[in-house]
């Protein structure tokens, strides 16, 4: 089976899918459509021995899953011919307002098209394919185990970033308090010392004018 799964998203939302096999792949395209930019682009993913092909033009993507043993050019040929098919049969207003799956009638059509690139390819089509990717410069492969586990470093990442913060914060209001009280002890310090020094002087002065200090007046 060479083709397995394809669908028409606008962003996120699937707007009309098929699938010609019995597992689910809905949490591996979720994955992918979260991750596509907003920009026109044209990316082959790598998830186990699949290839997630994808093409994004005009807040629209068209996605078909294929074996590894297709390689990339008949999958991006179906794309192709699934975009023009499908611009042509829904004009841009019915896209743009459809919700979830509100136009899955488009399916049946989707699958025949699979039927058609996995048992006879056109070959005019599959030429001109050829010359296509040959020019574009931008079709990469990721690996979707990478992007999740990116995914996750950055969530710990930022659970560290987080962490930190709280702790800066936690030491700067434990500086602050440590300041305070050295400035109320440099303060108490300082005023015993105040009070000791009127003490040794009373003491020194009543030596010679007794403690009421009455001896030394005039």
């Known amino acids: 089976m060479s083709l397995i799964h394809a669908l028409v998203a606008r962003g996120a939302i699937v707007l009309a899918e098929h699938s010609a096999g019995k597992r689910d792949f809905s949490q591996a395209t979720q994955t992918i459509l979260a991750k596509i930019p907003p920009n026109n682009s044209k990316l082959t993913y790598v998830w186990e ?10 807040g629209l993507t068209f996605l078909v899953m ?18 023009q098919r499908f611009t042509a049969k829904y004009p841009a207003d019915v896209i743009a307002d459809s919700p979830a799956y509100g136009l899955n009638e488009f399916s049946p059509e989707i699958g025949k098209l699979m039927h058609q690139y996995t048992t006879s390819p056109p070959p005019d089509a599959l030429n ?9 410069k931008d079709i990469m492969v990721q690996n979707v ?5 990116r995914g996750e ?3 710990l990442l930022v659970d560290k970033t987080d962490n930190m913060a709280g702790q800066a914060w936690a030491f700067r209001r434990g500086a602050r308090s440590v300041r305070r009280q050295q400035f109320w002890r440099n303060q108490k310090i300082l005023f015993l010392s105040f009070a000791v020094g009127i003490l040794f002087l009373y003491i020194f002065i009543a030596q010679f004018c007794g403690a009421g200090l009455n001896h030394c007046r005039g």
């Open 153 to 155: 470093r950055i969530e």
């Open 49 to 58: 021995q699949y290839l997630f092909h994808y093409v994004s033009e005009g």
């Open 145 to 149: 185990e990478q992007i999740l586990s």
């Open 128 to 136: 001109q394919a050829r010359s296509d990717l040959a020019q574009v």
């Open 66 to 83: 294929a074996d590894d043993s297709v390689g990339r050019r008949m999958p991006f040929t179906f794309l192709g011919d699934l975009q």
